[in-house]
């Protein structure tokens, strides 16, 4: 397709489960983001990639987060030993920019429901 | 610390109005502002950039640096315009962008 792609759109855990969330870019894209939306929030920056290099990873809330995109394409974020605080839209963005990003093109989200 | 405000939830207008959706942001040094829009069921995409000074859809947003605002203008609102409006903001030299937590516009008939 030509848009971000992300799978799964719909996750429910349980506490304590593990979570694999993955992100398909746009095909060339060098910037990948990943966003945090709780419910009625505007996105919350987690982290970011240039290829396979993962740049910035401050906005990463705990150790229980861990991301990757090991071919500098597709990106999968990992999230441990869910609680119920991650509930949330994650989402993933891209951008064919190396050096300032201008615009980002998101997916469509993947939500989290954490019981 | 939060660096970018959007200070209404929710904005109601009649089609024909004008319309205006505010935006603060807080930060020192020369950032670039963008606000971005979700229609009903659509993903997030880029209305427009203050670096490209255009207009979009008959939207347009100056950025004043002395009162620190990038608020979004439209003249006439139409009902299509009904959407969630996000202000960003992405620091000089680093790829992180900070999102407002949003205006929801309804454009009533």
């Known amino acids: 397709g030509a848009g971000v792609s992300q799978s799964p759109r719909y996750k429910v855990a349980k506490r304590g489960q593990d979570v694999a969330l993955r992100c398909d870019p746009i095909s060339g894209h060098v910037s990948l983001f990943w966003y945090q939306q709780a419910l009625g929030q505007g996105p919350e920056f987690l982290t970011y990639?240039?290829?396979?290099?993962?740049?910035?990873k401050s906005g990463l809330p705990s150790d229980r987060f861990f991301a990757e995109r090991p071919e500098g394409s597709v990106s999968t974020l990992k999230i441990q030993r869910t609680q119920q605080e991650d509930s949330a839209v994650y989402l993933c963005a891209s951008s064919l920019s190396s050096g300032a990003v201008g615009e980002l093109f998101f997916g469509e989200g993947s939500r989290l429901t954490v019981l | 610390a939060q660096r970018v405000t959007q200070p209404e939830k929710l904005l109601s207008v009649f089609k024909g109005a004008p319309v205006e959706l505010k935006c603060n942001y807080s930060?020192?040094?020369?950032?670039?502002l963008f606000w971005y829009v979700q229609y009903s069921r659509q993903r997030l995409q880029l209305l427009l950039r203050h670096i490209s000074r255009e207009s979009i859809k008959g939207f347009t947003a100056d950025l004043n640096k002395g009162e620190t605002s990038f608020h979004l203008k439209k003249p006439f609102a139409q009902e299509e315009d009904s959407a969630m409006y996000y202000c960003a903001l992405r620091e000089h030299n680093f790829n992180k962008f900070y999102f407002g937590s949003g205006t929801k516009l309804n454009v009533k008939p």
């Open positions: 990639f240039q290829n396979e290099a993962q740049l910035d």
């Open positions: 930060y020192s040094g020369s950032p670039e």
